[in-house]
């Protein structure tokens, strides 16, 4: 089935405009959520997959979690005051949990569209997005790595290979729905966690976090980082400050998503820390995020780490400029006018990234207040998706942090 599902897929990629017809749901990956069916709980939740093609990556809020399982029947009433679909199926033949055929094909795609259509992707996006997917996406890098040996590297030593034994049963009826969910089904898949999403927090919280402590099982402790972001409650902000700090690339990354919806001070200083780290590949996602997290601060961290990393790394940097630009003051957004003259060269070092930068560079002019770049955003307006990158590569590339811009250029009227 997958065999099959590739073939087409890779037949689709020699005409960009159909690989991705279908735009993917919200994190480094909203697009696969889209592509596997996922409805409006994941419409704003999951890392991102490369801001270059849709791009969809929108910060989680508060209603990103609604009507969550809320098809079930109800059978058998609870002491925690739930209704599950079924009794508790503690087997583990589904352990370890693997993406379904939808998901891997679209993220075998992704891969697929780098090596076709390198000017559209950025791969050190997409490999801390398949981190960020964990467990599942070490097949896809492994499916890719003759033709992106350093993808494929990359993903698969992040991702490592899932305990052998199956979880044990843990004390508690509520307890051992939980764990099997963690343990059984991706958290990629439509059907993740819905019913716990129908959970008060004072029932589902403990039992995560608890599951995050013991680090028993490494498949269970990710998807339970995970669930995180679905919980609003400003408890979850200290556990996954500390859990930036793990050695597990995966559950560092499921942290980082989580955190971008509370706009974390403290986060966005320990990301913009890491722009000046050795992981080349990590500072796109410290970007990203820290354009999601909004803090000013991070300006002056962002533009130093532009200037000395090169064509690629802008390729990351100023969309997260552009969306910090209009959150500073007026003498802010005067300084980074001066400080994306010293960006323009960089831009002029890759043909072949030249006019995509060099548009963003405009759009985030125009959001720093630049008369003249405003005036040229609104005089095109809206792109729409129908774009074809064969004959506008530019237009293609940038139509997320483009369209995400002139709606801030011309916000609704107050009612």
Not at 19 to 38: E, Q, T
Not at 46 to 60: D, F, H, K, M, Y
Not at 178 to 195: D, K, M, N
């Amino acid at each position: 089935m997958r065999t099959i599902t590739l073939l087409v897929g890779a037949a689709l990629l020699s005409a960009p405009r159909d690989f991705d017809a279908k735009p993917l749901p919200g994190s480094p990956l909203d697009s696969l959520k889209r592509a596997s069916g996922v409805g409006p709980r994941y419409s704003s939740q999951l890392l991102p997959l490369p801001s270059t093609l849709l791009g969809a990556i929108q910060p989680l809020t508060s209603d990103a979690v609604t009507h969550a399982g809320s098809s079930l029947k109800k059978k058998t009433a609870r002491p925690w005051g739930e209704a599950l679909p079924k009794p508790v199926d503690w087997d583990m033949k589904a352990y370890p949990p693997t993406l379904s055929d939808d998901v891997y094909a679209y993220a075998m795609l992704r891969c697929m569209a780098i090596t076709l259509h390198k000017s559209q992707m950025s791969e050190a996006e997409l490999i801390e997005a398949m981190i960020e997917m964990g467990d599942g996406a070490s097949d896809v890098a492994c499916a890719a790595k003759s033709e992106l040996p350093t993808l494929a590297k990359a993903v698969a030593e992040a991702i490592g290979t899932p305990p052998r034994d199956a979880p044990a049963k843990p004390e508690g009826e509520l307890a051992a729905f939980i764990v099997a969910e963690l343990a059984t089904v991706s958290p990629y898949e439509p059907a993740f966690g819905r019913w716990m999403t129908q959970l008060r927090n004072d029932q589902i919280l403990p039992i995560l976090l608890a599951i995050i402590e013991a680090k028993e099982n490494l498949v269970v402790t990710r998807n339970a980082v995970f669930m995180l972001r679905c919980i609003q409650d400003p408890k979850v902000v200290p556990v996954l400050r500390d859990l930036l700090k793990s050695n597990d690339k995966v559950i560092r990354n499921r942290a980082i998503v989580a955190l971008v919806g509370w706009e974390d001070e403290k986060t966005a200083e320990w990301l913009a820390e890491r722009l000046a780290g050795d992981d080349v590949t990590f500072r796109t996602m410290a970007a990203w995020a820290l354009g999601k997290i909004g803090s000013p601060k991070s300006l002056t961290a962002l533009i130093e780490a532009a200037v000395k990393g090169g064509p690629e790394f802008l390729w990351s940097a100023l969309p997260a400029i552009a969306r910090l630009a209009d959150k500073t003051d007026a003498a802010g957004r005067k300084q980074l006018l001066v400080d994306l003259t010293r960006l323009a060269p960089i831009a002029q070092k890759d043909d072949r990234l030249r006019a995509i930068l060099e548009e963003r560079q405009r759009i985030a002019a125009a959001r720093a207040g630049d008369a003249d770049a405003i005036a040229w955003m609104r005089k095109l307006g809206v792109r729409t998706l129908d774009v074809d990158p064969k004959k506008s590569l530019v237009q293609y590339a940038n139509i997320e942090l483009f369209n995400e811009t002139i709606e801030v250029l011309s916000p609704e009227p107050k009612k």
